[in-house]
Each structure stands twice: as C-alpha cells, then as structure tokens.
C-alpha cells in the first residue's frame, strides 16, 4: 500500500503521529510518500529513523521536495500556499505508482488500512479515481494510473481532456470563485466526471462536524470509528477535547510498549473526563474499533509478528 501525505508549517509532529497510527495498525509493508518543506527533511528522517527496528521493517519512505510543474510552477506558487495544491499534483510526480491513500496530516488510523470489505484493490481496478470530496477532501483512494491516462469531462472544451491539461485551464476559469483551493477544483472535476468517485461511510473519515451538534454518522455509531480526521486544528486546542484524547494517546505511545495498557487504558480514562460535550458524550465509537486493533497488535506481538 502507498500512502502520501503533505506537510508544511507547524505540521511535522501531526505528520508523524499520522504515520504512527499507520504503521501501527498495518498489517502489509507500507510506501510512505512525504511531501515536505525543505527545512522540514531532516527532522522527519530524524524522527522516523528513531523508531525501533523492528518498526522499520513495516514500512520504507521517501521525503520530497514540494514541487510543481515547471511550466506552470510559479502560477501555483502565486495563487496558493506551497502545500495546498500539491495533492493535485501527485499522478503526475509519482509517475511509477499505481495507485495511492492521499491523507491529510491530522488523520489517525484507528485500524489497518487492509480493511477487506471496503476493498481498495478491487475498488481501484474499476474506477480512475475514490475521495472523499464535497465538504471534505482529506482522505483519497486514487488510481494514479486511471487518473493520468483518462480524458475528463469539462466545462471549458467539448472534448475530454487529461490530468496534466485540465489543471491549468480550470484554474484560470475558477480563481476568482474558490476559496478552498484545490478542494474546490477536485469538486469542480468531479462534479463534470461522477461516474469516477465514490464517497466512502463517514467513518473512513470521522470529523468533529459529525459529532459536534450531536451524532450524525450512524456507519460509526454500528462500527466504530476507522478513521480519525482531526481538521479545524482540533488535536492542538480545547474545542474538541475527544479528538485531542485519541490524539495524544497515540503521540505518546512508545512502539513496543503494550498498546492496551499504555495506549487504551488511558485513552478511555481521559475520554471520560469529555462527556459534557457533545463529541464526548459518543466517546465509546472512539474507541470501538481501535480496542479491537489493538487487540490484535497485541496478539501478533505474542506471536514475534
């Protein structure tokens, strides 16, 4: 499995607890493609080279330059952030990978990636592109392959046109009207190309806006939540103190540590001091799922796996 992630700014903490979750969980290697600001390389590698080596042997990783293409890189530099539209940009840099998870830095794993009934790998063969888009773009099953061979319906040309050309175009046409940056174009293309994207259960990708004014996510409230998406800064204030709960547990655990008793235990103990507020009050779907995770990190522990 490849996974991708950007991180610019204050995000290298964030980014890393990211990764933890992920490698964590898997139970198949992971590719991890870091797409990082240059001051930011060392202390990656720094950090993910001080995890025990028997971690390692779960993933490898690559640290990359933030980077557009060059005839067109000074336009997007201009007009966005460094970081904002570089996910846009990924069929066309990772040009040997065929598919690849894209996920924002403040995202946990609270499960393995592997899930065999959402089927990534079959799901991929079918269609050029899986996100979570509309509201919300953190999380992207992408077959890069689809993606960089297909011609897209637009509303600028009566023909199809591929990755590489609609990007520029759409943003010359939309500039003015977005304010979400490249969120609003991936909305925008695929508002032209349906049939390529499929919204996954909201608890692929489970967000302070379904809990904050009372539970709206009923896949979570029956399974648990797979995944975490803290936006809005969650994991780093005191709006959403459930969110910074699962946060910190998994920042502060210690690779080989029991995961139950260092990780769980504490976790459901500070969950319980949330409860007056509405996220907090839901606080067992935090756990529902990652309790059995990591149930099962412990398990193949015992067993040397």
């Avoid at 990764?19 to 001051?39: G, M, N, P, T």
């Avoid at 005839?71 to 065929?98: G, H, T, Y």
């Avoid at 992207?140 to 392959?145: A, D, E, F, S």
């Avoid at 001091?273 to 059995?292: E, N, P, Q, V």
Wanted: aromatic share 12%; charged share 20%; hydrophobic share 40%.
């Amino acid at each position: 499995m490849h996974l991708a992630v950007v991180a610019c700014g204050e995000r290298l903490e964030e980014t890393v607890t990211m990764i933890k979750s992920a490698v964590l969980f898997s139970v198949k290697r992971l590719y991890l493609h870091i797409f990082a600001e240059d001051q930011l390389h060392a202390s990656f590698m720094e950090a993910l080279e001080s995890w025990p080596g028997f971690i390692h042997s779960k993933f490898k990783y690559t640290v990359y330059t933030i980077s557009f293409p060059s005839e067109n890189a000074a336009e997007w530099k201009k007009l966005f952030k460094p970081c904002a539209s570089q996910r846009l940009f990924l069929p066309l840099i990772l040009k040997d990978v065929d598919s690849i998870v894209y996920v924002d830095s403040d995202i946990l794993f609270l499960q393995p990636h592997e899930e065999p009934r959402i089927a990534w790998y079959s799901r991929f063969a079918r269609h050029p592109f899986y996100g979570k888009t509309g509201i919300n773009s953190g999380v992207m099953l992408m077959n890069m392959t689809r993606m960089r061979h297909m011609f897209f319906k637009n509303d600028m040309t009566s023909v199809g046109l591929r990755w590489e050309e609609l990007l520029m175009p759409l943003l010359q046409k939309y500039k003015l009207n977005i304010t979400w940056g490249d969120q609003d174009l991936l909305n925008i293309i695929f508002h032209h190309n349906p049939e390529c994207l499929l919204e996954f259960p909201c608890q692929w990708n489970y967000r302070p806006d379904h809990c904050i004014y009372g539970s709206n996510c009923m896949s979570a409230e029956e399974e648990g939540i797979y995944i975490l998406h803290g936006n809005r800064g969650v994991y780093h204030d005191h709006k959403q103190p459930a969110f910074k709960a699962v946060y910190e547990a998994i920042r502060k655990y210690s690779f080989g540590a029991d995961p139950v008793t260092t990780l769980l235990d504490p976790l459901e103990e500070e969950l319980l001091t949330t409860t007056h507020t509405y996220c907090g009050k839901t606080h067992s779907l935090f756990t529902k799922r990652l309790a059995r995770s990591l149930a099962d990190v412990s398990r193949m522990a015992a067993h040397g796996r």
